[in-house]
């Protein structure tokens, strides 16, 4: 089984809870107005690796950089929900955890009926769910942009962060490779971007 995938991070600290892997995929039916990542649309675009290759990946990211889960996101995670969700079954055997990504919202996901929906939810610790909405722009809440986006803990993995989730500081993570290009994580307005790399 293969994932169409934009690019694979070894590492981040702004992906979700702890260090951990990301999975960003390609593809995504929503296109939401202002959303930062207009590129990971496309259904052609990215790269297809099998499922394997990228387990192989995260392994390799516990061992050397001690992780201690995996995020997948988008791009929209939902397109791929059946590919997700083995990838997801075979991490979860590895004890680390999963957060998902979904610009659906959770009711939406149950009427469409994408095959291994209910799958990668079952394997998901954290879902976060709901398209970006630029009118309700607000990156004061960690991992999201907009405030109608939702945080479900799906298992008691991350349920001791439910209480306090509001008052934690987003994060943005901008990391620079030996071949001089600027990479960032995270959540920032382009206001705050600007200004950030500008600096740079
Ligand atoms: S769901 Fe995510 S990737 Fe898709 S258009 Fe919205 S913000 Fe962009």
Known sequence: MQLRIHRFIPYTNAEGPGKR???????????????????????????????????????ESKATHDIEGVTFLGGEPFEQAEALAHLGQKIKQTKLSIMTFSGYYREQLDTMNKKGTDELLNVTDLFIDGPFIQEQLDT?????????????????????????????????????????????????????????????
């Open 140 to 200: 004061s809440r960690p991992w999201v942009g907009s405030a109608n986006q939702r945080y479900h803990f799906l298992t008691d993995t991350y349920r001791h962060l439910e209480a306090n989730i509001e008052q934690m500081p987003n994060r943005l993570e901008i990391s620079l490779s030996q071949e001089g290009t600027i990479q960032v994580n995270g959540m920032a307005t382009p206001e705050q971007l600007e200004k950030l790399l500008k600096g740079l």
């Open 21 to 59: 892997a990301c999975v960003w995929v390609q593809g995504c039916p929503i296109h939401c107005k202002g959303c930062g990542v207009p590129w990971t649309w496309s259904f052609k675009g990215g790269t297809l690796v099998s499922i394997d290759d990228v387990f192989d990946w995260i392994m």
